[in-house]
């Protein structure tokens, strides 16, 4: 029996010890205000009307209780179908809050403590959380500045160990707006075959591609865990619809199982008026988006070149671009001088020490304030 006045001192849990909000929030909570917002990476675009109109309607005419655990039976159907090549039954997809959700799953659902996680430099900074939380260890493979950022083979594969447990892989890419090619994918799935390592797919920005539809990672490597979801692709950030789709019972259901603990089930009134996002009508959204998106990175991208004289990775997908700042000095300290000049960007380290040098820049602004966001730019590092 511990006496009731010497409670213990409170110790963090070793899981949590160290979590940080991430550089991308840091930078953004403290932006001044009629700041030019270079920083999230968040749809500017509306949700679509229908979308919103359907919503609505759900929400006035309907009884809305919770869904069963993994998701709607229909929705988890038309899921399943946007993935012909794993012929998935519906027990293969489970519908999360978000793909943030579904990654966090993902991790704790296959990383135990110790295992080794093989993570792209630069990423998205969740990633090395999620590995933390589930204890396990991040390791780095380097996609390299100098070769603008796309994948080398080579120094994924010199990174596995008998004690790596998952790879995780993004493409398009947060934050270089890189694409992997299928024969990066189907050199990961050489690299990796017969290993028994899982291969985590983020396929959040799949839908936002500039070029050629980008391959998924689990095309050709069947342990693969696809974490996707709805936000990017048709403005839907704050309604959280997610899903992990995998073709192995044992991942899923335990999935399953953790979701169910953790939220239950995302948003019912979500979930109906998603039954929509494959429509012909929300597909022609989708194009809309990928029209207005490539245009503005290529705006953005010339306009940096002719009025700062500085080189930004030419984007093809989602809504980034990595711009090179290496002659101006730190990338910290250079973001800080823009966000004292009302223009948040994000500084390249945030993403990994491979990124150091460079600002990475989301372009979900008008042209109009892009313009006005790189002259606020110019003012502040005196070009
Ligand atoms: C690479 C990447 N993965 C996952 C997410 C999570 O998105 P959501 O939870 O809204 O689907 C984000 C959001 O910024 C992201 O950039």
């Not at 692709?233 to 259901?253: F, H, Q």
Request: net charge negative.
């Amino acid at each position: 029996m511990i006496p009731a006045k010497e409670m213990r001192e409170f110790v963090l849990p070793r899981r949590m010890r160290g979590l940080q909000p991430t550089l991308i929030r840091q930078f953004f909570e403290r932006a001044l205000p009629d700041s030019i917002n270079f920083g999230l990476g968040e749809p500017d675009l509306p949700t679509p009307q229908f979308l919103r109109d359907e919503a609505a309607r759900i929400s006035a005419d309907e009884q809305n209780g919770y869904t069963s655990h993994p998701g709607l039976p229909a929705l988890r159907d038309k899921i399943a179908e946007q993935y012909p090549h794993l012929n998935l039954p519906r027990t293969g997809v489970v519908v999360t809050c978000g793909s943030q959700e579904a990654m966090t799953d993902a991790f704790m659902c296959v990383v135990d403590e110790g295992d080794e996680v093989l993570l792209p430099d630069p990423s998205f900074p969740a990633y090395d959380a999620c590995t933390r939380i589930a204890q396990g260890v991040p390791v780095y493979y380097k996609m390299p500045a100098d070769g603008d950022f796309a994948f080398d083979i080579s120094n994924f594969r010199s990174q596995i160990t008998d004690r790596t447990k998952a790879a995780v892989v993004i493409s398009p890419s947060n934050p270089t707006g890189k694409i992997m090619t299928e024969q990066n994918l189907r050199d990961i799935a050489a690299a990796l075959d017969g290993t028994g390592i899982w291969l985590i797919s983020d396929e959040i920005y799949s839908d936002l591609y500039f070029g050629e539809r980008p391959h998924s990672a689990s095309e050709f490597y069947e342990k693969t865990i696809i974490v996707s979801g709805l936000s990017k692709s048709l403005s839907m950030t704050g309604w959280r619809l997610g899903w992990a789709a995998c073709k192995d019972a044992e991942v899923i259901n335990a999935i399953q199982v953790l979701h169910g603990f953790n939220t239950v089930c995302t948003s019912t009134i979500t979930q109906k008026a998603s039954l929509i996002a494959w429509s012909d009508e929300a597909e022609a959204a989708k194009e809309h988006s990928r029209q207005i998106y490539k245009a503005r990175g290529q705006f953005l991208v010339d306009l940096f070149e002719k009025e700062m004289g500085l080189h930004a990775t030419s984007p093809e997908g989602a809504f980034y671009t990595m711009l090179d700042v290496r002659s101006l000095g730190d990338d910290i300290e250079v973001a800080e001088r823009c966000l004292q000049n009302r223009v948040v960007t994000v500084p390249g380290v945030a993403f990994g020490q491979e990124a150091e040098g460079f600002l990475r820049i989301s372009f979900c602004n008008t042209e109009e304030k892009m313009a006005e966001g790189v002259q606020r730019m110019k003012v502040a590092l005196q070009l």
